[in-house]
């Protein structure tokens, strides 16, 4: 066998490697409706809504419901979960462009998020 200093060494490496293949299978843990904190027009037919996401999770999709004085906007993203512990204290609210596309000019509707909570237009 090899030396006392060979083996410490392999298994340092052996822990590092354990540690970020953690990382980087993280697993899903559910979806949510990201928050929308704005919002600004793109062209007629399109907005681009500004959402709070947690570190890497991705979108998924989104709806606009269009009514006559208004259009709902609600964005769906995935939870990842990076494990127990520290890692989650990794997390951190990253603001998101998400291309919105509308089957009617938004003309003087207003936006509004699937809570019907208003969004602020974004100049």
Do not use: C, H, W
């Not at 200093?5 to 970020?20: F, K, P, Y």
């Not at 208004?70 to 204290?89: E, I, L, M, S």
């Not at 462009?97 to 509004?112: A, D, E, F, K, Y």
């Amino acid at each position: 066998m090899g030396s006392p200093r060979a083996v410490v060494g392999l298994a340092a490496v052996l822990v590092l490697l354990l540690g970020v293949g953690a990382l980087m299978t993280a697993r899903d843990a559910g979806t949510y409706n990201a928050r929308i904190g704005g919002y600004k027009i793109d062209d007629p037919y399109r907005i681009v809504v500004y959402v709070s996401l947690g570190f890497a999770d991705p979108v998924i999709g989104y709806t606009a419901r269009e009514e006559a004085d208004r259009v709902v906007v609600t964005v769906r993203a995935r939870n990842r979960d990076f494990g127990p512990g520290a890692f989650k204290q990794l997390t951190a609210s990253l603001a998101s462009p998400v291309l919105v596309s509308l089957n009617s000019q938004l003309g003087n509707r207003t936006v509004v998020d699937g809570d019907g909570k208003v969004v602020p237009r974004q100049d």
